[in-house]
């Protein structure tokens, strides 16, 4: 075999092979159709065993590096066919097989993503492996290959792609399809061993979700798209950016800054204090960009779904008027709201019962909050369901709202057999889920910010402004172990969706919350993930019970820097013993480049290595080294370092490479230590001076530290060995400085 050959090659009419440098792999397609398994030619056929179902399959090289196919399906009889689960392409074997294998996949949801040890399972989630969004013949043929169990070794995808990643000298599998997916929900799995983490089985999925077609119809697949590279996070970033190319995706360009109500408040939550927040923002964190006054659940008649036409007694003076009131300070309204669901003591409800959607068997059927009751999905197929839908949008608008997050979406992408949709010509999961979406977007602006909450965050790529990234980022409190166990979920989950960022979508950490009863290492680590994570910075508790230098802390990471950083190790230290703790962020700043990298430490305490070569960094060149929080200089360092990292706790450090005359290292001002906060920073050789632009609102106070070689000497305090701090006030927006050197 040729090295690097990689092609699909079909043997038979029955039987197909991936070509690759380490062999042929063989694979089969079968479908579930009236209710029973059939073989599927891979040849263009006129019956799908003995049913009259043609189909003609498109295979090639949709892009660089990715094999593709697809297929559609015409019914050629007399009578209607029940279509189910399309394996598409069905094996047993991918490649040469080692003891530990790792695997990347996405629940789709805020509960997971991220790397599993391949021979162990991942924490409980609502879409693993359930048939609220998988085909029950699926789990039963599962089950089947993994002797009944499917936790240990059983890894299913709804996000669409899968990283099989063995060892750094064989390449890694991209289990995957194009997305957005258009019509149906389509899904890669891949059945490990658990005790030798050996492949039992794999296959990528198109779910017709019991889609009935007509005779003379036809339907197509999702397109796979299956791929081999040299390294992980090069397959996801690819993988990520293919889809963007082929669906023409544009994501919002720059995240927001904010505040949101609820947890500061929740259902307590009112139109006094929510305007006493506004002004207290405004005081301390002019100039930072807050645009945003978001009011969450709470702002509504009754705090039902379905309810939206009016406020409570909470908010006597209504929205309009809230919008103005935030206008005149200077911000805009923003409002959470939950679309899709409807109380069953709501008005609409007991109008059209007809265009309600009952829930799935095992749900509760039950508000969460007060006043508990019984709640229903929106048929949004149904005229009714799209016409309340239209209304409810409109009416939000009305009020001069700007900001608007939607929340319990992921309710729409069921497939399972109870959930059904009055227009029986949509596919159950993606269609429907995307039909929703659409229906919002119509109703708003170009200019309107759009927040996807509790949501399946790639099926609804390509619409809106941001998605849920992980689960809400919960209260403070890292003292009660639960609450930092739930973080540390949350943080991983998010940042490992960095394959993501700025391609298919924006991330988004949920909030900044720093009130009591977090300690200042709670409120670092809390500030590292949204900064890191490069989505909105949204305050979200009562931050204003907090002291001063708390403050400090979210002037520190606001305005968002925008980029997101990359989990280093996510490959190394994976779920369930370990997470990702390097975090690097390459900064350019408009007068150079350098790089950040946050250890985060959720587990215990322990010294963390940073090893320049495994962040793509020249080991053999010189870099200064200095950490943000703490605004210590660690040294001039080649090659790796270490730093005792204590639990709970996270380090931020900037990696700057050496030069032969004096530069800026750091700044007290900014996470992004340059890109955000100094402008124009240059050294004229011939002057001996270095000199740049502080970008802070008019009375910011803090520092900059500057790292010169031993030849080198000026008028400021050595902090370190050849590191000075040049203390600074900004005098206006824009604040111009200098510092003159001498050569000893």
């Known amino acids: 075999m040729q090295k690097n050959t990689f092609r699909f090659e079909i043997s038979s009419r029955e039987k197909g092979f991936i070509a690759t440098e380490e062999g042929r792999h063989p694979f089969v397609a079968r479908i579930f159709a009236d209710a029973h398994w059939h073989p599927v030619p891979l040849r263009d056929s006129a019956m799908i065993g003995s049913l009259p179902l043609a189909v003609k399959w498109q295979s090639g090289k949709i892009s660089p590096g990715w094999l593709s196919l697809r297929a559609v399906l015409t019914n050629t009889g007399q009578t209607k066919i029940k279509l189910g689960s399309f ?4 094996g047993t074997e991918l490649g040469r097989e080692v003891a530990d294998p790792v695997v990347f996949f996405d629940s789709a949801g805020g509960w997971f993503a991220g790397a599993v040890n391949g021979k162990r399972s991942c924490p409980p989630y609502l879409e693993k492996w359930t048939n609220y969004f998988i085909a029950e013949e699926d789990i039963a043929w599962a089950q089947k290959i993994m002797g009944g169990s499917l936790e240990a070794g059983a890894h299913h995808s709804l996000a669409g792609l899968i990283a099989y990643y063995r060892e750094k000298n064989l390449k890694t599998w991209m289990l995957s399809f194009v997305l957005p997916m258009e019509k149906c929900s389509a899904a890669p799995v891949l059945l490990l061993d658990p005790e030798t983490g050996s492949v039992r089985s794999w296959a990528l999925i198109n779910n017709f979700a019991g889609h ?11 397109t796979i798209l299956m791929g081999r590279f040299d390294a992980p996070h090069q397959a996801l970033e690819k993988w990520a950016n293919t889809c963007a190319k082929i669906r023409k995706i544009k994501v919002h360009p720059r995240p927001p800054v904010g505040w949101l109500s609820w947890y500061g408040y929740r259902l307590r939550q009112n139109e006094v204090d929510s305007l006493r927040t506004a002004d207290l923002i405004k005081n301390e964190f002019a100039g930072l960009g807050f645009k945003y006054m978001q009011l969450d659940l709470g702002y509504n008649k009754g705090d039902l779904p379905g309810e939206w036409f009016q406020t409570n007694k909470r908010y006597p003076h209504g929205l309009k008027y809230m919008s103005a009131a935030f206008a005149k300070k200077g911000f805009k309204l923003g409002l959470w709201s939950s679309p899709l669901l409807v109380a069953a003591d709501s008005e609409f409800a007991h109008k059209h019962p007809e265009a309600l959607i009952h829930p799935h068997p095992k749900d509760t059927g039950k508000w969460s909050w007060e006043p508990y009751c019984k709640l229903f999905g929106l048929d949004v197929t149904h005229p009714e369901g799209e016409k309340f839908l239209r209304k409810i949008i409109r009416h939000l608008k009305s009020t001069g709202a700007k900001y608007f997050k939607f929340d319990f979406m992921n ?9 059904k949709p009055h227009d029986n010509r949509i596919v159950r999961g993606i269609e429907f889920y995307r039909r929703a979406q659409e229906i919002i977007m119509e109703e708003l602006s170009r200019d309107d910010y759009v927040y996807w909450c509790t949501n399946l965050l790639h099926f609804g790529i390509g619409m809106g402004s941001t998605s849920m990234t992980a689960c809400d980022i919960g209260n403070t409190g890292f003292a009660k172990k639960e609450k930092l166990e739930f973080f540390r979920q949350q943080a991983s989950t998010t940042i490992s969706r960095f394959y993501l960022h700025e391609k298919l979508l924006r991330l988004n950490a949920d909030s900044l919350n720093v009130a009591p009863p977090a300690d200042i290492e709670e409120c670092r680590m809390r500030a590292t993930l949204v900064a890191m994570s490069g989505g909105q910075m949204f305050l979200g508790d009562r931050f204003d019970l907090s002291a001063k230098d708390r403050f400090e802390i979210i002037r520190q990471v606001t305005p968002p820097y925008g980029r997101v950083a990359r989990p280093a190790d996510l490959f190394e230290h994976v779920y369930p013993d370990a997470y990702p703790r390097i975090w690097h962020l390459p900064v350019k700043t408009g007068w150079d480049k350098r790089d950040l990298v946050a250890l985060m430490n959720c587990e215990r305490d322990m010294t963390i290595e940073v090893d320049f070569e495994k962040l793509g960094l020249p080991p053999d060149r010189e870099y ?15 090659g790796s370092f270490s730093v005792a990292v204590k639990c709970p706790s996270s380090r931020l450090l900037a990696i700057v ?12 001002f900014h996470f992004s230590q340059g890109a955000c906060d100094l402008a124009l920073v240059k050294w004229d050789q011939k002057r001996k001076i270095l000199s740049g632009v502080l970008c802070r609102s008019k009375g910011t106070t803090g520092h900059i530290i500057i790292a010169a070689p031993s030849a080198y000497r000026c008028f400021l305090n050595e902090v370190a060995e050849n590191a000075y701090q040049l203390p600074i006030t900004a005098r206006a927006a824009m604040t111009p400085w200098s510092v003159a050197f001498k050569i000893n």
């Open 87 to 90: 394996h598409m392409m069905e």
């Open 212 to 222: 009935e077609i007509s005779p003379g119809e036809n339907i197509a697949t999702e």
């Open 657 to 668: 490479p050496a030069k032969n005359h004096p530069w800026v290292l750091s700044t007290s």
């Open 411 to 419: 309710r729409a992408g069921r497939v399972d057999p109870a959930f």
């Open 624 to 638: 200064h080294v200095c950490e943000f929080w703490e605004q210590k200089y660690l040294g001039r360092i080649k």
